[in-house]
Structure formats: structure tokens, C-alpha cells
């Protein structure tokens, strides 16, 4: 395992080459010679990691020189980078800093200089390897990759959704079991088996089922986990109870008891009605025991499924007769051969000459999901025309549990070395931590973990690589975007397991939740620290013992806040990590910028996220490495002119939270340098204010890297010069545009003016590469007209207009149907007219349509072979809208249908309709239709309509 450590170490050793030369003086050939024999042992470490199991030693003794590699040359680059100085002035301080420097410069030689017989050794010491396993060291130093890693969001990310096999009975038999019968008391239904089976998914299929959702309009999946914080379960519940309602919790749940707690439950289901409430991945008995007192038997018939590994927790929970307990079976070999093929050749036949050989690794396989779909993703990768190379997978393989293992390890052994440090980062995540896509995306970056690649930003290439992770089935996709687009993620537990132990064979990450706990004894690399039920043990802990964080590159808290991480502990960690590059911070109590962290000149990655920090000091300017800069959702208002210092600065996100609870809902920017222009890496910038005037609006369009923009506070007379700034924008892929003011008071965003490369004619091909590239545009603000360039944004796939005001003759319809990949609209407040008209051919990838707080709508009309594609459709306070949309029955994959404080005539309709009734046939198609209307404390009252019965369901 000790490639991926010399694979990173050779990458940064190359940077130092190419970028530091110049400070190397004699020492570059030293450090020429310690690359290239990186490069032999990387190649031949790819080779001899199969027998890793069978002798570790040499994979010990690469790993630690590695990282002693890492250490002295992030050493030299602190003391010698960043002097370089012009001029006559700057040559004397060139030669002043070299004087003052010899000392320090002879030590790293010196350093240097004994790797490079220790790297002597090991050259030895490999080829004496290399007879004993008969290793062939011919694989070349440099890592290829094709283009099968490349991340497209055409591919199924959803994986469960095709490629579920085998469900349909179990779910059947499942969803029987809770409707049936006519008792009033709690039923309690648990699914049983070992890890891998697909309990999980089966139950999700269960949960979500549009007859259970009718038969228990008040639902929450909770899930448990082995390490259990039980006040923080019940206070997860408690949240998802009232969100099923659209309701808000109580904010003095943060501060109750667990009795206290349970009492709210309690009451909360009691009065809510009947429930259906899923606990998955439940460990052991006790927590059966404390939850079921919070569990009202009530006269509804409710129902709790739990999923457990451990078959003494189902009896155990299941002790009444009317209590069920379902025991999950392995795959039949039927299935297991369905998912299988479905996985390597996408449902296609297995070739003749690899029958053989599939079915006997099927066959080790047991029937488990997990393990057939991680076997299958490491097969899908080779070829198939090599027969050898699936029977040495064959003969690789070891029974039940630890075989699943076994073929996790495999999957992870396969993993071309570029992709094996991102999948062993995810262990810095707790069990069952619903992972933010675009959260670990830059932190990949950050540790040097994503190769750059001619023609790619260094973001689509680390989107690629999570592509291919997810094509492996080692990591599962829990929620995607509009477009496909992983935005949450999971890995299974076993695949966590494994993980967290090469992990910590690697030295990768040394994780602390506060408890008392014996640190490795190697150099600690990267810290982090989760919650803990006693949050105060870190401190009492860490005070008594300090430890050595010399070698710390990174520090990061999950799930953490004050006062688990106690100001001394940080301030430890800070003041002794001169080598730290990532520092996240997320949700501490901290009230201002630690001192510290502007000595930590390696430091490339800075999140202050959600804490209280107000002000930004003039020393950020010392960061001269920093490319990743998060204080969104903090006090930041202004960023000094030192900002303008981070010449590598690719993401800058300062922004604070207006009220919630505020209808008019947005976020305040921040007021950055007049030259900002000079950030030219930037590729973020969010969220920005334009109140000062034309000039900030200027230099948006030097930041000609930019990818996503955020602007606020825009005034009228600047809209010209942001449309000649958005002109320069080629990369542009999301635009947000908000003007000065609130609600139907908004200043007038004045957009409507020629953007400079555009050429007259629509049909052109010369049209400025910001038109083409633009994904998603959210303007917020009035408009009187329709940009006409928006009718060119053929990339465009969401559009929302909030508060745009457009009269009756600028009707946004005519310049968005025709376009070609938009899949999403909101409209709020955006049209003065009173007739919507959905033309026949248009608007063919729309998905899902929110119309709101549209005044003057009085009719609306969908053509016959409009919106084919659409699957949701909210109207919201539309007072005028009388009827249901004309033409209502065209949209046939139509599923959701939301009324919100919609007039009483229109609800009227919708829920006194006969059978017979033409309105009746009209909508007779759509599985759910949703009304919710207002309540005294300004939440919302839901009603579901369910299936062809359309019978009301009240919540």
C-alpha cells in the first residue's frame, strides 16, 4: 500500500522541480536522483501490492522514508520559497536571505542526503525481493489512465434504481405485512440478516411505496448505527417528524434531557395521527429498550420496521404475536446472474470463453448485492479478452463476511493508484455520514490527491475520478441533482471497515472523538475529530498530554462543535503544525480568526464555515499558497485589500444568512478591493456586492476563470457593464443575480443589452462562449424585459426568476421553449400576464415546474406534445388560477402534482370530484397530488391525494 504514499511524494517532488527549482541550487540533482528512484519503486510497489499480506515489511520501510521525503521537502519549501525579489533592492535581499540561510540550507542537505542512502538501501533491498516473489519490476513509473474514468452524467448513478433484482417479492411481502390486519396496537417489524444483503434498500423501497405512504401520511427514517449518541437520534427524529409536516422543531430541543425528549416524541405522534417510522441499522438490544418508551401504541395501527445485523435484536423488539420478523436471504443464483451481467456487460449475455470462469467467482460471491456489485465494478474495468486476468481475480478470492471483505480489498487493490488515496480519505467520515459531493471535491485538491490534465480544470478531472469510484460500486449515490449529478453519497459499512484499516496501516488519518484513546505511534498526518456523547473529554484528555503535531498536513472537524474542541487544544495543533495545508473548522464557536493559522504559509485550504468569525485581518495576506477560502455563513462582511495577495486563490465563498424565517429569503454578499480583478484564478466567487458601484462590475470580467458567480446588491445602471463583463466569462457554468432591494420593491436589473461577441444572427455558430457554457442562471430581481441572450443559453439546464415582474407582451415562455437541455424552472413572482401557454415541441427535457406568487395568472394552458418529460408541477399562491392547468391529462409521466395556498375554488374541484367527472378523467393519471394550505403559526397544513382513489390523507 505503500504505492500510493511514494505516487503522491513523487507528484510533489516533480511540483518542487518545476516550481521551486531555482531555490534548489546544488541540491536539485539530489533531489532529481530521490524522484527517479521514486519512479522505480512506484513501479515496482504496483506490482508487488498483491503480496503485501503475505510480507509487509518493505511496503513499512518505503512508507516511512516517503513520508520523511514529504517532511524535508515541505521543510526546504517553507524556509526558501516565497523571496523572490526584484531589482536592485531585491538582490540585496536575495543575497542577504542566502547568508542568513546557510545554516538551515545545510541541515536540508544534509536531510537530503541520508534519504538518499536510505533510497540506496531500498534499491537493494528490492531486487533481493524481487527473486524471492519472482516480481517482474517492467511496469513503467508513470500512472496512465483512459478515458473510462471520465465522469459523465449520462451514466446511472442511482445504481440501486437499475439495478435492483430479486426485491419485488420481499417488497411485497413486506408492505403486506404493515397494511394488513385491523389491530390498533404498535406492530413492530423487523428485517434481519448479515451485512451485504441489501436490508437497507430493501426497506427504503418499502418506506417509500406510494400505498404505504397513503396508509401513514406521518413517516421519518432515522438511522441508528453502531455509534449511537441516543439525545442526538431523538433530536434527528424529532426534526424529521415536524419536516414531514412542514413544520419547524423546537428550538429547545437542543437543551432537553433524553426523558424529556422522548416525552416530545411522544406527545408529537400521539396527536399527529397514524405513523410509520423506520430505524436502520440497529446494533443492539438496549436501544430497543430506550426507544420503545418514547413509542405510543395509540389506536391507528402504527408501525415500526427496524434493520439489524444482530438476530438477537429482532425477537427482542418483535415480542408481541402480532410483531413480525423477516430474515433476508441471499441473491437466488437466478438474480445474483442477473446483477451480475447487469453490472459488467449493462444486461448484455457474458461471452462464451468467460463463462467458466463467472460463474465460479459468482459463485464465492453468496448471493450478497454488495459483494457482486463490488466484484462486478473491479471486472467491468478489465479486459475482457483476458481470461488470465478474471481467473487470477478467481483465485483471489477467499467465506461469507470475511470473503465480502476480502472482495472489498480486491476492489480497492485494483484502483489505479490515483484513485486510491480518494477513496482512503473517506474514512475521514463517520458510519453512515451522508457525504456533500461538492464538499469533498475540493478537499481531494487540496491534498494533492487529483492530477492535473492538459485541457481539464483540475474540478472535472476530481469529478471524474468520484464517477469512477461510483462506477465501481465502492461508493453509493444517495441523492442526485437536477442533471444527474451525484450531490450526496455514502459508503457501506463493510467498505468502511476496510478502509479505516488500511487507513490506518498507511498512517493516513488519526481519527479522535475525545474519548481517551493510545495515538499511533507514528507521526500523526491528518486529524480529525468527530462528536462524542462526552464532548468535554478532548479537553481534560488533551490538556493532561499534549502530542507532537509537527507532521500534521491536515486538520478537519465533522461533526463537531464547542466544546469538544477546547481553545488550547486548537491552539496546540495550530502553533505546532507549520507543515498543515488543510484546516477545517465547520460550525466551531469561534469568534474570531485564530492568530496561528497566518504562520501556516503551506496552508492551502481554510473553511470557517458556519462559525462566528467577523472580520478577516490583514495577515490573511501571508497565505500566499491558499486556493480554497470558505466563510460562508459567517459575520464577513469586507475583505481587506490583502486578499489581492493570494495570486492561487480558485474558490473564495464569504456570505452571511439572511433570516430564514424572512419570505424574501437571500443572502447578504461581501464588499471586496476595488481591484479585485487581480484574483485572475479565481473559479468561485460567491457572493459578491455590487453596491459600491460600475467599478467592482468591471473587475468581474478580468476573472475570465471564473465558473460560478454570485452577485448581490446590483444596481440598475450597472447592468450594461455586467453584461460586458459576462462577455469575458467563457468558462461561466452558473450565474447568480441578485438587485438591490426586497419582494416586488426590487431595483430593476437591467440586462437587456448586447453582449459584445454575440453575433445578431441566433443561428450562429459565433456566439460567445459564455452563452454556450452557462448551466444554471438564477436572477432575482425585476426585470422589464427578457434578456435576449438568454434564448441562446443552450446549455442551460435550470433557470430561476424570482420577483422579475415581466408584463404580459414578455412572455418568458417564447425564450425559453426551445431550449435544449433545460430541465428545471422557478418562477416567483416573475410574470405580470394572465395566460401561461405551454407551446406543443416545447420545453422537451423540462422535469419539474414551480410557478409561485404569480398575481395576475388566470389561465394555463399545456399543448398536447409540450412538456413530455415533465415529473413535478407546484403551483403556489396563484390566487386567480381558478382551474386546473388545460390540457393537464398531455403531461402522462406527470407524478407529483403540488397545490399550495391555492383559491378554494380550484381545491374544490380537486377534491369533490365524481368518478365520472371530465375533471376527474383530467387527472386520474397522477399518482400524488399534494395540498397544503396554512396554518395560525405560518407552517403549512398537508393533504395527500393518493392513486386513481384519490381518497384524502390527512397529515
Known sequence: MAETVVSFVSDHLATLLREEGSLLGGLREEVQFIKDELGHMRAFLKVAEPKEDDDPRLQEWIKQVAYDIEDVLDEFVLRFAGYRHHGFCGSLQRILKAIKSLPARHQVASEIQSIKSRIKNISEGRQRYQVEFGIDDCVTGSSTMNDSWRYSRDDALLVEEAKLVGID?????????????????????????????????????????????KNFPVRAWVTVSQTCDFPKLLRDLIRKLHKDLDKSAPQSIESMTTAELKEIVKDFLQQAGRYAIVFDDVWDVEFWNEIKFALPEGNYGNRVMLTTRNADVAPASCTESQDFVYKMEPLSIKDSWTLFCNKIFKGNRCPDHLMDVAKAVLDKCDGLPLAILAIGGLLASKDVSRIDEWEMIQHSLGGKLERVKRILSLSYNDLPSHLKPCLLYLSIYPEDYLIDCQGLIPLWIAENFVEWREGMSIEDVAWGYLGELIRRSLIQVTRVFYEGSPVTCQIHDLLREVILIKSREQNMVTITTGQPMTWPSEKVRRLVVHSSSNSSNIQHHQQRQFYSFEHLRSFITVRSTNPLLSKIFLSEVLRSSKLLKVLELVGQEIEETPNEIFNLLHLTYLS???????????TIGKLQHLEYLNLGNTGVRELPVEILKLQKLRHLTVFQRVDPSDEDFGIHGFKGPSKLGGLLALQRLNTIDASSGSVIVIEIGKLTQLRELFITQLRREDGKELCSSLANLTSLRELSVESIGKGDDREIIDLNHHLPSLSSSSSSSSSCSFLQSLRMLFIRGRLEKMPKWVAHLHGLVRIDLNWSGLRAEEDPLEFLQHLPNLGEISFCGSYQGERLCFKVGGFLKLKRLWLRKMEGLRWMTVEEGACPNLRKLV???????????????????????????????????????????????????IPEIVIGSYTDDGGWRIRRLWGKQKKTSLA
Open 169 to 213: 417479492q420481499p417488497k411485497q411481502h413486506l408492505i403486506s405485512m404493515l397494511l394488513e390486519g385491523h389491530d390498533h396496537q404498535l406492530k413492530v417489524i423487523s428485517v434481519v440478516g448479515m451485512a451485504g444483503l441489501g436490508k437497507t434498500t430493501l426497506v427504503k423501497k418499502v418506506h417509500e411505496d406510494p400505498d404505504v405512504r
Open 875 to 925: 403551483l403556489e399562491q396563484l390566487p386567480l388560477l381558478e382551474d386546473l392547468p388545460s390540457g393537464i391529462q398531455h403531461l402522462s409521466h406527470l407524478q407529483e402534482l403540488g397545490l399550495y395556498a391555492m383559491s378554494s375554488r380550484m381545491l374544490e374541484k380537486v377534491e369533490n370530484q365524481e368518478e365520472e367527472s371530465e375533471d376527474y378523467r383530467r387527472m386520474t393519471h
Open 608 to 618: 470557517l464555515f458556519g462559525t462566528k468569525v467577523a472580520r478577516v485581518p490583514r
